[in-house]
């Protein structure tokens, strides 16, 4: 683990880590304190590169002196902590941003050594202009993101005008208009802007301001990415991200996110390198689309630099709420980042959804302990009674028959439980925590999350990652997602099948151990 004093990193060596309570062991987690946000996703020279805003020397948020932490990984599934990438200095803490390799040498950092990566983040508190504490910076790197050197020309983009909140620059290059592209969070609006170079920019659009139902919260981490529909990589679209912050509990005037607190969601339509055009306009809350219906998956940011031959979007989330993220009762660390997922683009009668799944690079990490198929389980039968499940993944296919409900109760004891089920007379899918375990350290923890589904030919597909405090839930292959935290007790391992008011057959049923990757590293 790495700290900093007077802004510079030293090393400290700590021993037991990732064994703590609640420590997840297949997602990734910092070795001790604070993590929020991912930041700089980048893959360069066959690593892909995770930073996110880090807190060297405390659980809880330190603002003021944030930085980035680092990570890396090779197969997105075993990732090495590195030193802290980027440190505050006189133009204010290093708030979220974004990383791009600069292969043409654009920016002219990279002279001598060819193409480098180079990186832009918020600078927050600084003083170089009164009403203006947030603004955009830059750094880049000649030795694949070990050291940086921030630019001697920062900061490269102040806001136009006095607000609070000009944040959280994403930058890719935008292949038609043989430009970069930075979109950025503007209060309750992005904002584009355009370079040749990566150091000097000009403003482009806006989008938001006339988007109704959206302005509940300040816009945060916003994305921007072409993604093919149905896998035909000859018919794209693209779909901005927006992440919306928490009003602590206030009414406001537009919707909270489906599982209160914090949130996401995206728009779909055209970008021709200088604006954003959504296909549907946005006239009324149900016109939002939501990425996840669970409380725990926050400023999601894709990958840069992604191989064309590889073809995916790939990103990944902060699994935390601003609601009661300074509060939860892990005491070594706090935070952890979700699986890697892949997003795509699918067709449904009603319209194009965004479906996500795992990467399948998880699958190394895959040990299968039981399949069932063509199992029927009535009220009162729980056929997995003799089975636990810790660290696992779960795959069931489901045909709905008598049974009003059912589903599965996990992390189970005399005590506690959560419970993951579907409501077939509501025709809801829900992950229910009220009585998952630890929840005093905030009131509105403990809760019942739901979203709407519809079976397919009377058939539900249910795919759960447990790990420590975290659940992962894919539905009907990535269409609906739930991503949630929960504090059981260690000894709160068992696994119930369950069926109510009648019957429900089981298609197929797989459980498979995960490997933890701090067992495993291959590098």
């Known amino acids: 683990m790495y700290i900093s004093k007077e802004n510079k990193i030293t090393k400290e060596v700590f021993t037991g880590s990732y064994t703590e309570k609640y420590r997840p062991q297949y997602h990734y987690s910092p070795e001790r304190n604070w993590m929020n946000d991912p930041n700089g996703l980048v893959y360069f020279k066959g690593e892909y590169h995770l930073f996110y805003q880090y807190t060297v020397n405390s659980t809880s948020p330190d603002f003021p002196h944030m930085h980035w932490g680092h990570a890396v990984s090779q197969d997105l599934v075993h990732w090495n902590e590195l030193p802290p990438a980027i440190a505050p200095d006189k133009d204010g803490a290093i708030f979220s941003g974004s990383a791009v390799v600069d292969i043409n040498n654009t920016s002219g950092f990279f002279d001598q050594e060819g193409s480098g990566l180079v990186a832009f983040y918020t600078n927050e508190g600084n003083q170089a202009q009164p009403g203006k504490p947030q603004v955009q910076s830059l750094a880049y790197s000649r030795d694949q993101g070990r050291t940086w050197t921030k630019f001697e020309g920062n900061p490269v ?257 005399s005590s506690q439980e959560t419970v993951i089920g579907y409501d077939v007379v509501k025709e809801e899918l829900f992950l229910d925590r009220t009585n998952h375990g630890s929840s005093d350290f905030h009131r509105d923890f403990a809760a019942k999350h739901t979203a709407p589904l519809k079976s397919e030919n009377k058939r539900i597909q249910l795919t759960i990652y447990l790990d420590g405090s975290n659940i992962e839930l894919f539905v009907n292959q990535g269409s609906i997602v739930i991503t949630d935290l929960i504090f059981p007790d260690f000894e709160s391992q068992g696994l119930e099948l369950y069926a109510l008011g009648g019957e429900v057959k089981v298609i197929s049923l797989q459980i498979n151990e995960i490997t933890g990757i701090w067992e495993s590293k291959p590098i």
Not at 387 to 412: C, D, H, N, P, Y
Request: charged content about 25%; aromatic content about 12%.
């Open 157 to 413: 983009l102040f806001p136009a005008s006095e607000t609070p909140d000009f944040r959280d620059p994403k930058v890719f290059w935008h292949e038609e208009s043989s430009k970069w592209v930075m979109v950025l969070a503007a209060r309750d609006r992005v904002e584009f802007f355009t370079s040749k170079d990566l150091k000097s920019w000009s403003y482009a659009s806006e989008f938001g301001s006339k988007v109704t139902g959206v302005h509940r919260g300040v816009f945060e981490c916003p994305d921007i990415v072409q993604i093919s529909v149905d896998n035909d990589p000859n018919k794209t679209k693209w779909v901005l991200i927006l992440s919306v912050g928490d009003l602590n509990g206030e009414s406001g005037n537009d919707p909270e996110p489906p599982a209160g607190g914090s949130g996401m969601m995206y728009f779909i339509g055209h970008f021709d390198g200088q604006s954003f055009v959504p296909d549907k306009a946005i006239e009324s809350i149900d016109d939002i689309q939501w990425i996840d219906f669970g409380s725990d998956f926050y400023a999601a940011v894709t990958w840069n630099g992604i191989p064309h031959e590889d073809g995916r979007a790939i990103w990944i989330g902060w699994m935390n709420n601003w609601r009661y993220a300074k509060e939860l009762p892990s005491l070594e660390w706090r935070g952890n980042m979700s699986l890697p997922r892949e997003i795509q683009l699918k067709a449904y009668p009603e319209g194009l959804r965004m479906i996500q799944k795992p990467v399948t690079e998880l699958g190394k990490l895959r040990n299968p302990i039981l399949n069932l198929t063509e199992l029927t389980v009535n009220a009162g039968d729980n056929p997995l009674s003799e089975t636990t499940a810790l660290k696992a993944e779960i795959i069931g296919e489901f045909e709905i028959g008598s049974a009003t409900e059912f589903g599965f109760k996990v992390r189970k004891s």
